[in-house]
């Protein structure tokens, strides 16, 4: 049996990719971190800086939450973390990375 194969999917598509995907646009942008509003609870504050991404994660500091991209779109949609996956490599149009069963669990 073939599952997602999230270190892959990790690498392939890192936070800022899917926030371009959804139209997140950051505010500020230094040191290889970028700021701006929460995609999570920000919906009408559109000055706000609370929430930092960098190439490989996100931290919102009100949410007082963070991790990788399936982290990200895990919350956005409501997802457990293999769904997650998949929905993540559909909206950038990736073909979904996966992995043997067999290999996971010799």
Known sequence: MRHP???AIKRLIPPRRLLGAVGWTPLT???G???GPCPIHSKGNKRSRVFAVSDRAWYCHKCKTGG?????A???YNLAARDAAIRLCEIVGLEL????HAT???
Do not use: K, N
């Not at 990375?97 to 043997?100: F, I």
């Open 68 to 72: 990788d991209s399936i982290d990200l």
């Open 29 to 31: 942008e230094r040191s």
């Open 5 to 7: 194969d999230f270190v």
């Open 74 to 76: 895990a919350i956005l």
């Open 97 to 100: 990375p996966t992995v043997d």
């Open 104 to 106: 996971l669990f010799p």
């Open 33 to 35: 971190e970028a700021r």
